[in-house]
């Protein structure tokens, strides 16, 4: 590799030249977000945040030859101010809280069909049938 350039919506924030990853300055967006790799030929932005979104280059020859454009679409969200964001955490304190009324109203339930048994189903042989004359 003889010379490389990283940009941002067509502006210069990284070049590659003499073995060395220079970082531009000039590209305020970034300030202290940039990170060049061990290998000397990758540039991380860090701390991502949702003004980086937008469309990312890279530009790359060696001697005698351009190398093929590489594009990178970015978008980056905001997922902490989510309306639908919700935790683990937070649901099974619903569950939890609902769980009670839940039990209670399924005991009540199953209590109110066996009180509403029909004359017949009173009858049957293993029903229990108490005796007045004791």
């Known amino acids: 590799m003889r010379y ?3 940009r941002y919506e067509e502006k210069i924030f990284a070049v590659y030249t003499q073995g060395q990853v220079h970082i531009e300055e000039s590209v305020f967006q970034f300030s202290g977000r940039l990170k060049v790799g061990s290998d000397h030929l990758s540039v991380e932005v860090t701390d991502l945040q949702l003004q980086d ?6 530009v790359a020859d060696k001697p005698g030859v351009q190398l ?3 594009i990178i679409s970015l978008t980056v969200y905001d997922v902490s101010n989510s309306g639908a964001s919700f935790s683990v955490f937070s649901l099974l304190s619903s569950l939890m809280a609902v ?3 839940l039990l209670v109203s399924i005991v ?3 209590k109110c069909y066996r009180a509403r ?3 017949h189903e009173e009858k049957r042989a293993d029903a229990v049938i108490e005796d007045e004359a004791c």
């Not at 979104?53 to 890279?58: E, F, H, L, Q």
Request: aromatic share 14%; no cysteine; hydrophobic share 30%.
């Open 99 to 101: 769980s009670p009324y």
């Open 53 to 58: 979104s937008g469309s990312y280059s890279i």
């Open 4 to 6: 490389a350039e990283w």
């Open 68 to 70: 093929p454009t590489k």
């Open 108 to 110: 009540l339930g199953v």
């Open 117 to 119: 048994a029909k004359p």
